[in-house]
């Protein structure tokens, strides 16, 4: 079920698609979506998130919402890789008539449960859901979302939060992807969250954190949100911005830009070094 | 007897369509006896969210709901619903085609002594330009109940807009609406007085009075404010070449726009809109607004009078 190597090269492929099919586009989000690819990579290919490239609509499937929908890449990058659609149309990332838009489009792609891509609203969503599915106490169908760490600025975020753990809901894992960084600069100067899995447990929230590159780790810790049945769960991934590019990494200038094709070359060529070759 | 407001069909209508067997759910922002989905709530408990004083997470919260197959309504007060969460509205219930029903309760200016800040007169304007959002104001009690079986009917994003008074009851009790289609409900040849939600009583009572006047006056409903029964406007103003729209919203970019919008393009003919100037509501009875911002039916007569002399 879970092989932590085959997650990794999932990974691996993932973030030269990232910067890829960012680099054709032109513009996109590479720093948020390298961030979290070890994340997006354990959830869909390290047995945690249950789903069936197949048939997109299986009713007994768990659900994935991606809050932080400028990480579009780093989604489409796992359901390419899953089969959802065929790897070809990473190449018309943000183009006219493309089935992947800048931000994730429930309407144009097959995968993607709900649209998303103004932040704040995707923890909402995901606890209407987790509240939809579970109509009966056997329902063992859990609801995932990704956020941003920038993101938790947002009011909102607080108002699910205290929703879901009014009602209890057990099936619902939230997943900050803690990188520290917006676009701005440093989230704890543009606008300090301070200590975020703290703010979940005086929610009412059971919390973790986890090394958000640890693929064995952010394994157990999601496996371990998704069986705990009593109310809802948040793993707070302490990630690196850009994860996987040297110049990326850690910038707030990368969290919206596209590389240049020399820029693409050289994180090519790291990334095939750093994750083994593989490819 | 005082007719029954338009917010009396809400929770009603909820608990009927759950007894009928349809997956109706509920999100309400702490105002469910203001709104009556408290109704809903006592006799669905497990189908009845109420997320507290949090519009934005009500908005969201139904689009899950929607998103894992629930036939989701959502109730709050009209200027919250659709100014403080437009961007839920926007960018998750309508850019994702979801099954979420906004029947927000206290529009326009006969939320009456509230004032200004509670009363919504903006709505219409805002969810009509919505890709996929349907639009309705009905007229009375029925026409309300009718009107919410028709969005939880008809698949994706409905407004389906609710008042807090009432002053005239329009239709029969087993009222069927059609979504997208306009009612004539009195035919006539010299103006047409296009109207919706509590203005259709007035607009009857300003043909009567028209009448008297030996001016015939051809009154409809204009319900389904998106989509707009085209062929029906278009119809009544060939016939009639002139129009009066008479809505309890501001002027601008509600019913009357919508009306002036597509006759402009089909059918150009002199046209009056009663409406809420470009100005916010204030305190007071709902009766005594409707004098003070010009919408009752004799300021109706006084605009078609204007128009066929």
Redo the contacts between chains.
């Keep these: 079920m879970f092989d932590a190597s085959v997650v990794a090269s999932k990974a691996a492929r993932m973030r030269r698609d990232i910067v890829e099919m960012i680099a054709a586009a032109g513009s996109g989000h590479p720093g948020g979506s390298l961030s979290a690819a070890d994340i997006v990579a354990t959830l869909y290919f390290g047995g945690v998130l249950r789903h069936d490239p197949a048939n997109p609509e299986w009713p007994e499937r768990d659900r994935f919402v991606l809050s932080k929908g400028h990480a579009a890449p780093v989604l489409y990058a796992a359901l390419a890789e899953a089969g959802y659609f065929g790897r070809d149309h990473l190449a018309t990332l943000r183009k006219l008539g493309s089935i992947l838009q800048g931000h994730p489009d429930s309407k144009k792609t097959p995968g993607v449960e709900v649209s998303t891509g103004s932040l704040g609203q995707g923890l909402s969503i995901a606890a209407g859901l987790a509240a939809g599915l579970r109509q009966n106490p056997d329902d063992d169908r859990a609801v995932f979302c990704l956020l941003g760490d920038g993101e938790l600025q947002e009011g909102q975020v607080w108002e699910a939060a205290m929703f879901a753990a009014h009602h209890g809901l057990g099936n619902l894992v939230a997943i900050v992807d803690d990188n520290g960084l917006q676009i701005d600069g440093a989230c704890s100067e543009v606008m300090c969250l301070g200590h975020i899995a703290a703010k979940f447990v005086a929610f009412g929230w059971k919390a973790a954190e986890v090394d958000g590159h640890d693929i064995p780790a952010l394994h157990d810790a999601l496996a371990a949100a998704k069986s705990h049945s009593e109310g809802p769960t948040v793993v707070v991934a302490h990630t690196i911005k850009g994860k996987g590019v040297s110049f990326m990494e850690n910038e707030a200038g990368w969290h919206g830009k596209a590389p240049s094709a020399d820029e693409l070359a050289t994180a090519l060529a790291e990334l095939a070094l750093s994750e083994g070759g593989v490819r | 007897m005082s007719p029954k407001a338009t917010r009396e069909a809400f929770g009603e209508t909820l608990v009927e369509l759950a007894r009928e067997g349809v997956d109706v759910?509920a999100?309400e922002a702490d105002l469910s006896k203001s709104t009556t989905t408290a109704k809903f709530g006592d006799a669905y408990p497990e189908r009845f969210?109420n997320?507290?004083i949090?519009e934005?997470?009500m908005?969201?919260?139904?689009?899950?709901?929607?998103?894992?197959?629930?036939v989701?309504f959502t109730g709050s007060f009209a200027v919250f619903a659709t100014g403080r969460a437009y961007?839920?509205v926007r960018?998750?219930v309508c850019?994702?085609?979801?099954d979420v029903k906004l029947a927000p309760t206290h529009s326009g200016i006969t939320v009456g002594p509230d004032g200004g800040s509670h009363q919504m007169i903006e709505d219409l304007a805002l969810m009509r330009v919505l890709p996929g959002m349907r639009v309705l104001v009905p007229a009375d009690f029925a026409a309300a109940k009718s009107a919410l079986r028709a969005a939880a009917a008809t698949p994706g994003p409905f407004y389906v807009r609710l008042g807090r008074s009432s002053f005239a009851d329009v239709y029969d009790a087993d009222f069927v609406f059609e979504v997208g289609r306009a009612y004539v409900l009195r035919e006539g040849s010299d103006v047409t007085l296009a109207a919706c939600g509590i203005m259709v009583a007035e607009a009857l009572k300003a043909a009567d009075i028209l009448a008297e006047a030996n001016v015939s006056a051809e009154v409809i409903d204009v319900a389904s404010v998106k989509p707009l029964d085209v062929d029906t406007l278009v119809a009544s103003v060939a016939k009639t070449g002139r129009i009066v729209t008479c809505e309890e919203h501001s002027v601008l970019g509600g019913m009357g726009s919508a009306v002036s919008e597509v006759l402009s393009e089909a059918c150009p003919v002199p046209t009056r809109r009663i409406g809420v100037a470009d100005v916010f509501g204030t305190s007071g009875e709902p009766a005594e607004l409707m004098e003070h911002f010009g919408l009752t039916a004799r300021h109706i007569v006084e605009a078609a009078t204007e128009l066929v002399r």
């Design positions: 759910v999100v969210f997320v507290g949090a934005q997470n908005i969201d919260v139904a689009a899950g709901l929607a998103v894992a197959g629930r989701a961007d839920q960018n998750t850019y994702s085609g979801l």
